[in-house]
DNA sequence: CCTACCGATCGGTAGG
DNA sequence: CCTACCGATCGGTAGG
């Protein structure tokens, strides 16, 4: 099945999915035309996502998406199974970059505190980190992935969306210990489960508001994000 | 115009907006005939209203609307000049809505003040008032016609999306002297513009993730989020 | 990957 | 408001 294979195959430009034609005859060797292809899929995609964003995907015809990338109108389903195929190899390579940008986030989080011994940053420091990031993924310049993905999921077939949401899990698996934390400690006042749900939601909206160059920056976004959802530590008796 | 138009014309079931054909001749008369046109028209916007939020505008043809409603295909034109027409009536429907519930909601909570002389409710009460309200006009059973408002923007004219907006601004402005007043009192923590924006962010986000019968119910929601966004009032030295 | 093409469906109209 | 219909466009394929 299609999305089961897409998912389970990596989505970086090293590790390229064979393209359809040459399926069933073991691995392809990477001849220079097999790079070229991957660069053509890879601006396919692109493409692809930014039109799907603006006139959504329904709104979007091969034949739109085949002359921005500068091909024939027949040529996106020599990559594509079809359309739906390369709308959900979009949201799947949104979630795989946010993902792995999520991690990478963490990881330089704790390593500033890994040398000074016993030191760990607060559960705020690390909420602080994931909206920073998540705002950078949703609104960041050429991310048109993510937002694709989270207005375009009625589009996708079921098993599609059951394969997106064990992505979503993960991202969200990121939080959660996190949120927990924090409500704890009496800084985060709503249930955690409902306020994960309300914080995405407050997060997510944006890319419905935010333009670059124009009002907050990213970073006066996750300042504000914090005092609005965080609330100063109860004084111990 | 017809945005325009329809702009000013009473949205309710009462003041009809007269069927097109019979436009050009000065008031129509209400025969029998006309109150039908009028339920009609009615059914007309709330099967459009499901279609869109269920399949989107690109994904809904004039033809899915006309079955659900009980017409031939063609008829839906008659009462719509044509399909942006009847989205934008099913977006403009939902915001009168809105309106005239949010003003009665906040008519209600002054009431039960009114009478005790000096007492006013607090800008917390006012905010959860405007909450609950929210989330029964985006959840409530039947209203599918402000998550359309909320998800089809792109699908109008600039002109249609101008006269939406200026709803919304009106909309808008119930909940800035509330929010204003919190974080003048230190109960809101953020900018009141990213607080609001942020706060409606996380309350239309529910559109994607409730449902009825399952989890929270819609007093659970405004509770939640009245303590996620409500800090306790710092103590006065 | 292109060109030419297919059947299906779309928004909208005419004529009643 | 219905029936019949129009031109345009759509996703997708064949054959190279």
Redesign the pocket.
């Known amino acids: 099945m299609t999305p089961a294979n897409a998912l389970s195959a990596p989505a970086s430009a090293s590790g390229l999915p064979p393209?359809r034609?040459s399926r069933g005859r073991g691995r392809p060797r990477k001849t220079v035309d097999q790079m070229?292809?991957g660069?053509?899929?890879q601006?396919?995609l692109t493409c692809a996502a930014s039109l799907f964003r603006r006139q959504g995907f329904?709104g979007?015809?091969?034949?739109?998406i085949?002359l921005a990338?500068?091909?024939?109108?027949?040529?996106?389903?020599?990559?594509?199974?079809?359309?739906?195929?390369?709308l959900f190899a979009v949201m799947q390579g949104g979630m795989d970059r946010a993902l792995a940008r999520q991690k990478a986030a963490l990881s330089a989080l704790m390593e500033g505190y890994d040398t000074k011994s016993g030191q760990r940053p607060t559960a705020k420091a690390q909420l602080g980190c994931l909206i920073r990031q998540h705002f950078e993924v949703l609104l960041g310049e050429g991310n048109d992935f993510i937002p694709v993905m989270l207005y375009e999921f009625k589009s996708i077939s079921a098993e599609q969306q059951a394969a997106l949401h064990k992505l979503q899990r993960e991202y969200e698996a990121a939080w959660v210990p996190v949120l927990k934390s924090l409500y704890a400690s009496g800084q985060l006042k709503a249930p955690v489960k409902l306020a994960r749900l309300l914080i995405f939601g407050a997060l997510n909206w944006s890319v419905q508001w935010y333009r670059q160059q124009a009002g907050a920056s990213i970073n006066e976004l996750t300042v504000a994000s914090i005092s609005l959802f965080v609330h100063d530590a109860p004084a111990l008796p």
Chains 1, 2 share one sequence.
């Open positions: 393209p034609p070229d292809e660069n053509r899929r601006h396919l329904d979007t015809s091969t034949r739109d085949a990338t500068g091909m024939g109108s027949g040529s996106p389903f020599y990559h594509f199974e079809n359309k739906q195929a390369l």
